[in-house]
């Protein structure tokens, strides 16, 4: 059974940095696409980065140059460092694997098939 158990949330002043994790077990770790996506009240999930089979990342317009997506392939985690926030970066940020293995999910939130818990962050201006 795949499990994604992400770490607790946190609060920030616009400027600060947070980094979010999410271990990942049940399945071959390597073989799937993950990424990061986050929802703000009233708003769809958007993916904000995401981790390619061959370690190619993909970020978002609004979060490029900022955020920083990596993975711990000993410690099947995923890791999103998030610099440089500001208040528009406040949400339910999530972590999710890629429906099939091998396959390039990329943002595209209806082809993933596991979800991480959820974790709020809030940042304030």
């Known amino acids: 059974q795949v499990h994604l158990v992400e770490s607790v949330g946190g609060s920030v002043q616009s400027g600060g940095s947070l980094r979010r994790s999410c271990a990942a077990s049940?399945?071959?770790?390597?073989?799937?696409?993950m990424g990061w996506f986050r929802q703000a009240p009233g708003k769809e999930r958007e993916g904000v980065a995401g981790?390619?089979?061959?370690?190619?990342?993909t970020y978002a317009d609004t979060v490029q140059g900022r955020f920083t997506i990596s993975r711990d392939i000993a410690q099947n985690t995923l890791y999103l460092q998030m610099n440089s926030l500001n208040p528009e970066d406040t949400a339910m940020y999530y972590c999710?694997?890629?429906?099939?293995?091998?396959?390039?999910?990329?943002?595209?939130?209806?082809?993933?098939?596991?979800w991480g818990q959820g974790t709020q962050v809030t940042v304030s201006s």
């Open positions: 049940g399945y071959r770790y390597t073989n799937y696409y």
């Open positions: 999710g694997r890629c429906d099939l293995p091998y396959y390039p999910c990329d943002f595209v939130a209806n082809r993933y098939a596991d």
């Open positions: 981790f390619g089979i061959s370690g190619l990342t």
